[in-house]
């Protein structure tokens, strides 16, 4: 039992004496694929972040266009707001005005319609006046 374990140490150690070299070239390879890999992973991070960042500065100035684009709408909504507003107060006034002309023009015509109705009463006695007078005069002669 002795020889057999002895025999199954000293195939062991071979194995391992015959494969550890190996071993050590393909860590070595390995560290070297790691480390490029690395330095991929790098470039591939560093390009990303400057794309990202092209993207932000694209996004930040759409951004500002926009947000020159919402001021200029702004100035242009209050001008148009201004004017509007003039042009009722001035819709208003002309409309007061009118209302005013009419209201002085049925003034007008109430006080020819009535001076015309005065004329005539005062006619109608001045004739009824004269008929009498003539009936008097009639009578007395």
């Known amino acids: 039992m ?3 374990r002895f025999k199954y140490l000293v195939i062991s150690l071979f194995f ?3 494969v550890l070299p190996f071993n050590s ?3 070595q390879t390995s560290i070297k694929d790691i480390e490029n890999k690395a330095k991929e992973l790098k470039a591939k991070m560093k390009e990303e ?4 960042e ?6 930040e100035k759409q951004y500002d266009r926009f947000l020159k684009q919402k001021k200029k709408a702004e ?5 148009q707001l201004k004017r509007e507003a003039k042009l009722t107060k001035q819709y208003k006034k002309k409309q007061a005005e009118k209302r005013e002309d009419e209201a002085e023009e049925v003034l007008r015509k109430q006080k020819a319609e009535t001076a015309k109705k005065i004329k005539e009463e005062e006619e109608e006695q001045e004739r009824i006046l004269a008929v009498e007078k003539a009936k008097k005069e ?3 002669a």
């Open 25 to 27: 070239v393909q860590s």
């Open 16 to 18: 391992l004496l015959s």
């Open 49 to 52: 972040r400057k794309e990202k």
């Open 75 to 79: 100035k242009a909504r209050k001008k």
């Open 2 to 4: 002795l020889l057999f």
């Open 138 to 140: 009639r009578r007395e």
């Open 54 to 59: 092209k993207e932000i500065k694209a996004q």
